[in-house]
């Protein structure tokens, strides 16, 4: 039966073998299209100036039977653009940038120079073309940087080169991330040195209930004298520049975590507190609540010793986050990029040409280089 049966699927093969044979699609001779040119090519430099061109030397040969047309060299147009502002207001301990980037394609793949055969030169094995091809004027780069002024000139390019909404979103950020801890010296900074008014500071007390200075001495003749006055405001006596002065001890204060894990101070005054056996200052209340000391400050800032830190820790007041965003909403986007050295702005378009060569016979028949080259406009 195991003999039969093996001679039975040896017969079954053949019979399927010579059935294929008979009808074989691929019996019949193929047509495998027609033969195209081959060519390869390279380019002087991968850099080239707008209103200029750019070189390159062309190989190519056909088959027999086929002779060469003409070549085209081919390429697409690829934009990029790179914007950035800095915001300066708040000093060098604020280094917020807000950038960009955009590419696109602003020319598809198209020819742009035709070259005649005849002026290919057969050296023996293949025909050699040196040429150059032109480069559009319009490709000129762009670079904006650091402009001295911001007048009408300069805005009509900020609104032409960066995106709507770009100075909305800048504004907007940064009123959100200069009253975070993080950067409370920044925001201290600013405070002092911007010329916030006192109507302005009266508008947000009354808005917010805070104690912001409304009598700060600012005069015509003498720029710093505001600055000075609202720095002698902000007392800190984490801030170096007092340091080495006795920190007056008005409070203390414990720590808990609520529930999303974040700290919570509570505050307590001097009497609801005791001092044990090591000095440790304990609540009155609950005696395995240890305190640490808070010094006297400014009314937005919360000043206190940092037992994990061993030091003072400043930070504003929970309750004067939203009044300082108020405060500082009106500062405009030409502010915030502004320092002595200009506005903290710049702006980089770049061209870029994605080229090939390409070599067509006299029945149409058309071969493509393998290798495109990037192209850069400078």
Known sequence: MKLQYKLGIMALGLFAFTSCEKNDPFADPLEIGPRVPTCYWEVGSTTCKAGGYFSFKGQYYTEDGHTPSHSEVWYNVTRTDEGEATAKLAGSSFAYKKSYSFTDTVRMNQSIYKFEHS??????????????????????????????????????????????????????????????????????????NYAFTNERFGEINTQFGTDFPTDIKYSETDAQEGATDKSTRWIDYNNPKVSGKAAPIVGYYYQTIDEAGNPVYSEVATEDVYADESGNMILASDSTTRTYAVY?????VFSRY?????????????????????????????????????????????????ANFRVYDTEGNCGKAHTNYSIEIN
């Open 296 to 300: 006297e400050s400014a009314p937005w």
């Open 119 to 192: 002026l290919a030169v057969w050296d023996g094995y293949e025909f050699v073309l040196t040429d150059s091809v032109p480069v559009s004027e319009t490709l000129t780069p762009v670079n904006w940087n650091n402009p001295k002024e911001w007048e009408d000139g300069e805005v009509k390019k900020f609104n032409l080169y960066f995106p709507t909404g770009y100075a909305e979103e800048f504004e907007k950020t940064v009123d959100s991330l200069i009253v975070t801890n993080a950067n409370y010296n920044a925001l201290r900074y600013l405070y002092i």
């Open 306 to 354: 940092d037992d994990d830190l061993g030091s003072v820790v400043s930070t504003v007041r929970p309750e004067y986050i939203e009044a300082f965003k108020a405060l500082v909403e009106p500062i405009t986007f030409k502010e915030w990029i502004g320092s002595n050295d200009g506005y903290a702005i710049s702006f980089k378009r770049k061209y870029f040409l994605d």
